[in-house]
């Protein structure tokens, strides 16, 4: 059973004040898992994966994809006072019409280890 296409919202949504076990018997820490493997990749891989985490949508703007994998992210401010977090922790002001493109250079990669028992 995949859940490729389940985003982090209902994965929240799936696992907050449920039984173990939800509807058709399917496990939460199942879905936790499946999840969670989809979002190892090759270590060979030069993308970078992004998650868009306040996207504003309304009938003016939409966002057709929150999170994904990508050589390159383009995106544009449509906020006052606002900011682009980036890892977690580096705060950058990014108030309406300001434009951030980040992309990946190979000697700023992160590679992946896959420890085993």
Known sequence: M????????CIGQALVGV???GA?????????KEYNKSLIFDP?????????????????????RQRGF??????????????MVVDGGTSFEFN?????????HEEDQLRTVILTD
């Open 2 to 9: 995949g859940f490729s296409g389940i985003g982090g919202r």
């Open 96 to 104: 309406d019409g300001a434009i951030a493109t980040i992309n990946m």
């Open 19 to 21: 039984n173990p076990i």
């Open 44 to 64: 060979e891989d030069s993308r970078m994966f992004f998650s868009i985490r306040e996207p504003i949508i309304n009938r003016v703007f939409s966002s057709s």
């Open 24 to 32: 058709g018997g399917i496990q939460c820490c199942d879905v936790t």
């Open 70 to 83: 990508a050589n390159k992210v383009c995106v544009r401010s449509r906020c006052w006072d606002a900011c």
